[in-house]
């Protein structure tokens, strides 16, 4: 099998696919975006619900071992970034990063990153809170009361704390789901894809950092059995401070950053993945000199078409 039908994009070229993935974002029709950003806000809650029952249901465990406790529960979080990624559904994090660099890269505008971000943002809110209200809440899934109490427990933790750690968990969540977005789209298959995406966001769970929209469904699910503050704190202690967190995250750190190492020049990415291309096709014949010229150039052509593809991104 050719190197380069196993090998992972590299950098420059997987760069190339996010731009072409905010092209292709910018041209979701409207009815389109917004049914993939509701699914996106609940196929997010079924993570955050998953991670709930795990470590709900072992209080013995919580008790005991604390970290194996978070550790395990954190494991399936992501389960809901890998059904938006095989999806192919939107969620507004991950587009932080995705809208912000190819707006940079000047293939999108500042209208279609603000329509992307606002109308994502609405609809994950609609479908994380209606997977917690009918999904969780109504159908009884936190059916213990040690499941029931952690939700209540989880929810006061993530908004009776200081303003500014909600901030900076935030920025920690975010910056690790532009990640996850980069290393799932570097992958050439559906398994690497997971691998990538699952490593950055059990990180990010097990550290406690705080993800806006998975917010919806841990914070609401929590004040549906008794919580002691009320829908305006957390508004302004927990949404307000973890989405603005979110977005310093995913379109500073990852958007801006990878934008200043890759895109801001237009040869220095292509530059740059003719010479990772070229270095990791490059093959000796039986005496031991290079292939010729042409040869590269033959396969220089196979890797343009191979990340030309507008390939799905998170």
Same mark, same amino acid.
């Given at each position: 099998?050719?190197a380069h039908k196993i090998d992972a994009h590299s950098a420059p070229e997987t760069h190339q696919l996010?731009? !072409?993935?905010?092209?292709?974002?910018?041209?979701? /029709?409207?009815?389109?975006?917004?049914?993939?950003?509701?699914?996106?806000?609940a196929f997010i809650a079924l993570g955050g619900l998953f991670d709930l029952v795990v470590a709900g249901?072992? /209080?013995?465990?919580?008790?005991?071992?604390?970290?194996?406790?978070?550790?395990?529960?954190?494991?399936?979080?992501?389960?809901?970034?890998?059904?938006?990624?095989?999806?192919?559904?939107?969620? %507004?994090?991950?587009?932080? &990063?995705?809208?912000?660099?190819?707006?940079?890269?000047?293939?999108?505008?500042?209208?279609?990153?603000?329509?992307? @971000?606002?109308?994502?943002?609405?609809?994950?809110?609609?479908?994380?809170?209606?997977?917690?209200?009918?999904?969780?809440? @109504?159908? !009884?899934?936190?059916?213990?009361?040690?499941?029931?109490?952690?939700?209540?427990?989880?929810?006061?933790?993530?908004?009776? %704390?200081? @303003?500014?750690?909600?901030?900076?968990?935030?920025? *920690?969540?975010?910056?690790?789901?532009?990640?996850?977005?980069?290393?799932?789209?570097?992958?050439?298959?559906?398994?690497?894809?997971?691998?990538?995406?699952?490593?950055?966001?059990?990180?990010?769970?097990?550290?406690?950092?705080?993800?806006?929209?998975?917010?919806?469904?841990?914070? /609401?699910?929590?004040? &549906?059995? *008794?919580?002691?503050?009320? %829908?305006?704190? &957390?508004?302004?202690?927990?949404?307000?401070? %973890?989405?603005?967190?979110?977005?310093?995250?995913?379109?500073?750190?990852?958007?801006?950053?990878?934008?200043?190492?890759?895109?801001?020049? /237009?040869?220095?990415?292509?530059?740059? *993945?003719?010479?990772?291309?070229?270095?990791?096709?490059?093959?000796?014949?039986?005496?031991?000199?290079?292939?010729?010229?042409? !040869?590269?150039?033959?396969?220089?052509?196979?890797?343009?078409?191979?990340? *030309?593809?507008?390939?799905?991104?998170?």
């Amino acid at each position: 099998m050719d190197a380069h039908k196993i090998d992972a994009h590299s950098a420059p070229e997987t760069h190339q696919l996010i731009a !072409d993935a905010g092209v292709a974002k910018a041209k979701l /029709p409207w009815i389109d975006l917004i049914i993939k950003a509701f699914l996106g806000g609940a196929f997010i809650a079924l993570g955050g619900l998953f991670d709930l029952v795990v470590a709900g249901g072992s /209080p013995g465990l919580r008790e005991s071992n604390p970290a194996l406790a978070t550790l395990i529960a954190a494991f399936t979080f992501p389960i809901g970034f890998v059904l938006i990624l095989l999806t192919n559904v939107e969620l %507004v994090t991950s587009n932080f &990063f995705t809208m912000t660099y190819s707006t940079l890269m000047r293939k999108t505008t500042l209208y279609d990153l603000a329509r992307n @971000w606002i109308v994502c943002y609405i609809f994950n809110i609609a479908g994380a809170l209606f997977f917690a209200g009918i999904l969780t809440w @109504w159908s !009884d899934t936190l059916s213990s009361d040690a499941q029931s109490s952690y939700a209540v427990t989880g929810a006061e933790g993530r908004v009776n %704390v200081n @303003w500014g750690y909600n901030f900076t968990r935030g920025i *920690g969540c975010n910056w690790l789901v532009g990640l996850a977005l980069f290393l799932s789209t570097s992958g050439r298959d559906n398994t690497s894809k997971i691998y990538g995406i699952w490593i950055p966001i059990w990180a990010f769970v097990a550290l406690g950092y705080q993800h806006s929209i998975a917010n919806y469904l841990l914070v /609401p699910i929590g004040m &549906f059995y *008794g919580t002691n503050f009320g %829908v305006g704190k &957390f508004i302004w202690a927990s949404c307000i401070p %973890v989405t603005l967190g979110n977005i310093v995250g995913g379109a500073f750190f990852c958007g801006f950053v990878f934008w200043l190492l890759y895109g801001r020049e /237009p040869s220095m990415s292509n530059e740059a *993945g003719q010479q990772l291309g070229g270095d990791k096709r490059a093959h000796r014949d039986a005496t031991g000199e290079r292939k010729s010229n042409s !040869d590269d150039t033959l396969s220089g052509n196979r890797m343009r078409n191979t990340y *030309g593809r507008n390939d799905d991104a998170v």
